[in-house]
């Protein structure tokens, strides 16, 4: 109500200001929900902690965005305890390539009067040089990313205004997100209501741990699956649902084992965490635990296909390459083929519409020493 107020206020002072709100609704998983129709853009100050991680979150947040225009907002200058402190011009470039691949636009900043200081022009000069020199790739675009990974606004009201805790289990969704960004795949997070308006575009879309979606939100994604769309279900995803048990073709089953070895096909075992045992129904097991245990589950719908993971922690960095195992086995990847060697490590992909063209946003995250790849950036 504070927001709407204050909106009002700016738009009767003159029709030409515009209202923008830092890191308000779905800027942030925290609020999933649509953008109210008296915000004109929406924004976030990533300049602080793990901004690398942030930025790369926010933007798999807003890549899907249509109905307002977005900006990310980086400090160039950080200052700490009173005095500037550089961030490297490598990490500024790479949050401003993220920026640009989520489809926003790039809003630098300093702090206080330093922008008439030399050396922090220079700085700012290089980073518009730095977008200049890819100003035919941006502009207005619409994201033609293949995975989705659902921030649900029906599970955020059931946990935020019902109180049913756990219902909106944010970390993990963004975890897997991460996860499916480093093995080569263009990830969105959408809303129930930004999912349902793009469905077209998506190849897969993945509910972790989000109790429950919308009756209209249903309907939507049982067409996508009867499509051709998978759809994958881990841990207590749409476990709120009436019909879950048809819905995944699996019985959920409370287990006693948080930690099991999941069995790959190549004879390896991966650590993961597997609260519950499940018994197959309509489902076929794709994948085992050691101790024999389905990990893995599809049930077949016409064209497509609904999954389910009996694993509801996702960890990041993910160690044990869970997500592209995961992919692997269902068939789904990847979609883009990174070389061998450290050159084609830590290298993300968006893909991104501006007509009838389709660009691709290539963003390199490693840390180098001299000039050779070395790291990610978490």
Known sequence: EYRRLMAKAIHEAHDGCLYTSNHSWRFRSKDPR?????????????????ALRMTRLSGMQISPETRVPTDIMHNIMNVSHGKRQSVSLRRIEQMGGLTFAAGGAWFLWVPGSTIVQKDVQERARHCADFA????????????????????????????????????????????????????????????????RDQ???YRVVFIVNQHVVADVTRVALDRFVRGGGTLVVLGTGLA??????????????????????LQTADGGLLPVPADYLCQPLSAHVLAEFDDGTPALMARSVERGRIAYVACPTVSYPDETALAAWLMRTL?????????????????????????SAVIIHITDLASRVNGRPVEAAQ
């Not at 019902?162 to 963004?174: C, F, R």
């Not at 083929?337 to 991104?352: C, I, K, V």
């Open 34 to 50: 649509d953008v109210p129709e008296f915000v004109d853009t929406i924004s976030g100050d990533l300049s602080h902690g793990p």
């Open 132 to 195: 200049q020199a890819r100003k035919r790739a941006l502009g207005k675009t619409t994201s033609l990313n293949s995975v989705a990974v659902l921030l649900s606004e029906a599970s955020w009201h059931r946990d935020m205004v019902a109180g049913v805790k756990g219902s909106y289990d944010t970390t993990n969704s963004e975890n897997l997100a991460l996860a499916l960004q480093d093995a080569g795949y263009g990830v969105d997070m959408p809303n129930e209501d930004i999912l």
């Open 199 to 201: 469905l077209d575009h």
């Open 240 to 261: 709120a649902m009436p019909d879950v048990c048809d819905l995944l073709g699996v019985r959920l089953i409370a287990g006693e084992h948080p930690v099991r070895q």
């Open 331 to 355: 068939g789904l990847g990847p979609q883009v083929a990174l070389g061998g060697g450290t050159d084609g490590m830590h290298l993300l992909f968006s893909q991104r519409r501006n007509g």
